[in-house]
């Protein structure tokens, strides 16, 4: 347990974040590598977020419809996921505590209350597109009932739960082999796709075009809702703080430097996948004039016989599927962290997964059996939407608190980032605005 915290805490929290793993990581002395080894990790659960099932509606989307040129935004939207993911580890490693007991601690119980409900609001919406993703691969696999595939992802919970009494370490070795999975198959992909070098550097280069057409622009906003996850800022500033680090000042800021290259390797990694997911849409689908494929069960069918290999469309499934899990076990992890850092109670995690898991399972079934394969994906596009108006909560939260001198001491941000991190979060806020106005008023849509 910290024993001090750090000023311009209102009240103390009963418990720090995760406690049942909490400072459990052991990180060594000495050896530059072996510290580096330690803190990796949190990141590779952080990336997890940022190439969710969510991910790949909105990239095959921009990929179909506008080839290269949406490269751009994932980038920029990348280097955002950045510097926000820093600024939450920050907050953890300084003031040992997490987004959401922070929350707690400063605003008022009304505000904290409403942030909270929020909050959970999205982590059942990114819990929901996780679970689709899951039964969309099964179900093109091993040709299981989208309704039983539904059911089937509640088994996940149990897996969680075992895994994490074994150690946090182990989830992390899970987490890293899932995504070394989608890396392969994706890999192949795009060796098979043979995309065009040129524009694909060309794409990473920000076009007027993108704001002026109003349907990229849409699709736009939904891969930064998509790519900036909320519920990765609260995960971020809990999960560092398993690390077994010295809690002093030079410990702490031996942490943030190694903590902060974990979680920029880890985002450089998700950027690929995310970027690798929209150039394969670019180069068979654009390519040959499928410009309207935003379904990932059209975009499974289409890849067989433009690539002309059967093992296409295996591969593309089990990244589907490595991802859906993948997400599973962050996306689960942030609700436990959320409730407990708002209400400052502690549940049974068996109990707090399983009613996070209940909460998206129910529109996900109902929309099963009534609307079959494409209410899913409405309701995965959904998701995504509701993810990118709650992300404007949990940044200002999060850039003012590590901008509070007397919150963050000697730790506060600089200057330049202060002015950086202010920047992005107005520019998130008013996109986010824009994207409710124009989902209220469907004018973008429509046009």
């Keep these: 347990m910290p024993k001090k915290r750090s000023p311009g805490w209102r009240k103390e929290n009963k418990y720090p974040s995760l406690s049942e793993v909490f400072s459990s990581v052991y990180v060594p002395t000495g050896s530059i590598w072996k510290k580096l080894f330690a803190f990796t990790g949190p990141g590779l659960l952080i990336a997890v977020g940022y190439m969710d099932p969510g991910n790949w509606a909105t990239d095959i989307a921009g990929g179909s419809k506008f080839g290269y040129m949406l490269l751009s935004v994932i980038f920029i939207s ?5 510097i926000l993911q820093h600024l939450a580890l920050k907050l953890g490693i300084v003031c040992e505590r997490d987004l959401a007991q922070a929350c707690r601690d400063h605003y008022p119980p009304f505000i904290s209350s409403i942030l909270w409900v929020l909050c959970e609001i999205a982590i059942a919406a990114c819990d929901l597109a996780e679970i689709i993703g899951s039964v969309l691969a099964l179900k093109l696999l091993f040709g299981i009932p989208i309704t039983w595939g539904v059911l ?35 890999s192949f992909e795009i060796i098979s ?40 800022l609260y995960l971020h500033s809990s999960i560092i703080q398993t690390r077994n680090y010295p809690r002093t000042f030079e410990g702490k800021k031996m942490a943030i430097k190694y903590a902060t290259i974990d979680s920029t390797l880890s985002l450089s990694l998700a950027f690929f996948i995310n970027a690798a997911i929209l150039i394969i849409s670019a180069a068979t689908f654009h390519k040959y004039g499928h410009t309207e494929v935003a379904d990932i069960m059209d975009a499974h069918k ?12 295996v591969f593309f499934a089990l990244a589907l599927l490595a991802s859906g899990q993948n997400s599973t076990l962050t996306g689960t992890m942030a609700g436990q962290i959320v409730m407990e850092g708002f209400l400052n109670i502690r549940l049974k995690p068996w109990i707090r997964r399983l009613i996070t898991r209940l909460i ?32 404007s909560f ?15 001491g000697p730790f506060v941000n600089g200057p330049i980032l202060k002015v950086l991190s202010w920047c992005i979060t107005i520019i998130i806020v008013l996109l986010n605005l824009f994207l409710l106005y124009d989902t209220t008023f469907g004018s973008v849509r429509s046009s």
Excluded: W
Excluded at 399 to 407: D, E, L
């Design 78 to 82: 990348n280097f955002f996921a950045i």
């Design 360 to 391: 998206a399972i129910v529109p996900a079934m109902i929309a099963s059996i009534i609307y079959g394969e494409k209410g899913t994906t409405e309701l995965l596009i959904i998701s995504q939407i509701i993810l990118s108006i709650q992300l």
């Design 394 to 408: 949990a940044i200002v939260p999060l850039v003012n608190f590590t901008g509070n001198s007397k919150k963050m």
């Design 302 to 313: 289409l890849l067989t016989p433009i690539l002309g290999s059967s093992l296409a469309g």
């Design 193 to 232: 796709s043979k995309p065009e070098f040129f524009p694909i550097l060309k794409g990473i280069i920000p076009n007027p075009e993108i704001i002026k057409n109003s349907h990229s622009f849409y699709i736009s906003i939904g891969i930064l809702g998509a790519t900036v996850m909320p519920h990765n």
């Design 152 to 186: 089937i992802t509640v088994i996940d919970v149990l897996i969680i739960l075992f895994f994490q009494y074994k150690g946090f370490r182990y989830i992390e070795s899970i987490v890293a082999a899932l995504i070394f999975t989608i890396l392969i198959c994706f």
